[in-house]
């Protein structure tokens, strides 16, 4: 989704990381950036919030000088209250619409269970330890971006946890992704990150018009009711790179 950008492919030897913001990506051991540079850029972290530990989350990224903003998808006791609907895909496209003209220089999408799983953690704890470095490049961090496997392409979804959920209008994936995404792009040549937790540029998100953005909005909102009903939020996690 975050695409669109003239890059500069360099190598990161000292770094196990995985950055990425077009359609060509490096591998893992690779970095893409352009070359642009700009200092002392402010960070946000976005966290979506149902029944998970966010004040672990909360705490590790005020230690870091991170802003934190919270979307209460459960009640109106603390954050902002948030419709359950659409799972965290919801939340940040409410976010970047929201916020469109005012965006901060760096976001941090999260789910706020990210540190109740040793693999989550893993990844939530890599972005945070290397957050500073989109600083001073243009770029998406996150804890491991893959090329999409073949079964993945027509990937789709009719049920979660044994229950029925809400299908999408258009299916399965790659159909769904060349029409909401890029229609020019193959979806055998994307890559991935699971988890939907990840850092971003805010030129990278400008990228998009707001418009498609609730274009965007509006496709989660119409297959989506309450909670984890809808096929719609994987197909996204599947489409942030």
Avoid at 7 to 19: A, C, M, Q
Avoid at 108 to 131: H, Q, V
Avoid at 227 to 234: A, F, I, K, L, T
């Amino acid at each position: 989704m975050f695409k669109k950008i003239e890059n500069l492919l360099i190598k990161i030897k000292k770094l196990p990381i995985k950055l990425g913001f077009t359609k060509r990506h490096s591998k893992s051991s690779k970095l893409l950036i352009n070359n642009s540079v700009v200092n002392n850029k402010k960070i946000t972290a976005l966290i979506s919030v149902y029944d998970g530990n966010y004040k672990k989350i909360e705490k590790e990224c005020l230690k870091l000088g991170i802003k934190v903003i919270l979307y209460n998808k459960k009640n109106n006791r603390f954050g902002i209250p948030i419709k359950n609907v659409g799972v965290d895909a919801y939340d940040k496209i409410h976010f970047i619409i929201e916020n469109y003209t005012n965006l901060p220089d760096i976001i941090l999408f999260s789910t706020d269970n990210m540190f109740g799983d040793p693999k989550k953690a893993k990844k939530i704890r890599f972005i945070l330890d290397y957050i500073d470095i989109l600083k001073n490049r243009s770029g998406f961090l996150t804890g491991h971006i893959y090329k999409i496997p073949e079964k993945e392409i027509t990937f789709s979804l009719d049920k979660r946890h044994g229950c029925e959920i809400i299908k999408s209008s258009i299916r399965p994936f790659d159909k769904w992704f060349n029409k909401f995404i890029d229609k020019e792009t193959k979806v055998e040549n994307i890559y991935v990150c699971k988890k939907s937790t990840f850092a971003v540029t805010k030129d990278l998100i400008l990228k998009i018009s707001k418009k498609k953005y609730e274009k965007l909005l509006n496709e989660i909102e119409k297959h989506s009711l309450n909670g984890h009903d809808s096929e719609v939020p994987h197909y996204f996690e599947m489409a942030y790179v």
